[in-house]
């Protein structure tokens, strides 16, 4: 073969870049290209059972799915986005107790893999509300968010943890929603909405300034 037409340059989209990277793998001239033989293939003629798929089958599947998507091998977890006013770290206090923990993860699992796809859809509708005396999976809602703050208490072996969640704990289980216990001392108070606004900012303003001294 002519050398010059050989040259790699005179493929379409290649310039001196590609031709260093080409270059890199062994490549010099287009010849070189009909012996450049994949290191590894897949097999994709035997069928199997989505039980015995690998992780990193799975993973090369999605990849090629959505090929804009950037896969995390961690489980990522999002919190409330404004937690209740000094109860800020309750939530990480509650995943911390769950996850954490292998005894407690062991009973949170062993509860959740017995609901079914219908108790799940169910739980995803009623989060929408704030009403814990609805039913699901045979107990109230307040009953699971009274088992589930237990585990998660459970599985904070240190007291400086578990003080981010007791209080938050409490105070959820006597008065119900924050949302609602808010919108209840409002009507009691007799306040109009900015006066009522302003009171409690000078309380959460007395909150900080008392914690920012301990």
Not at 89 to 98: H, M, V
Not at 173 to 184: D, E, K, R, V
Not at 196 to 208: N, V
């Amino acid at each position: 073969m002519n050398m010059e037409k050989d040259d790699l340059k005179l493929l379409k989209g290649v310039g001196p870049s590609v031709e260093t990277k080409l270059n890199n793998l062994d490549i010099f001239k287009q010849t070189d290209l009909l012996f450049h033989l994949p290191s590894r293939y897949e097999d994709r003629t035997t069928i199997r059972k989505i039980g015995t798929l690998e992780s990193n089958n799975i993973m090369t599947a999605l990849h090629q799915i959505f090929t804009q998507v950037r896969f995390k091998h961690v489980l990522e977890i999002r919190g409330p986005d404004r937690p209740p006013f000094g109860h800020e770290l309750a939530p990480a206090a509650f995943f911390q107790g769950i996850l954490r923990s292998p005894d407690t993860l062991e009973k949170v699992m062993e509860i959740c893999t017995k609901w079914s796809s219908g108790d799940r859809n169910q739980l995803n509708k009623l989060a929408q509300t704030i009403d814990l005396s609805c039913e699901v999976a045979g107990q109230t809602l307040q009953a699971w968010c009274e088992q589930f703050l237990s585990f998660a208490l459970e599985g904070l072996t240190e007291s400086r943890e578990k003080k981010f969640l007791e209080p938050f704990a409490e105070k959820f289980l006597t008065t119900g929603p924050f949302s609602l216990s808010i919108q209840a001392s409002f009507e009691k108070s007799g306040k109009s909405v900015e006066q009522f606004l302003k009171d409690r900012w000078e309380k959460q303003k007395d909150f900080l300034i008392e914690k920012t001294k301990q």
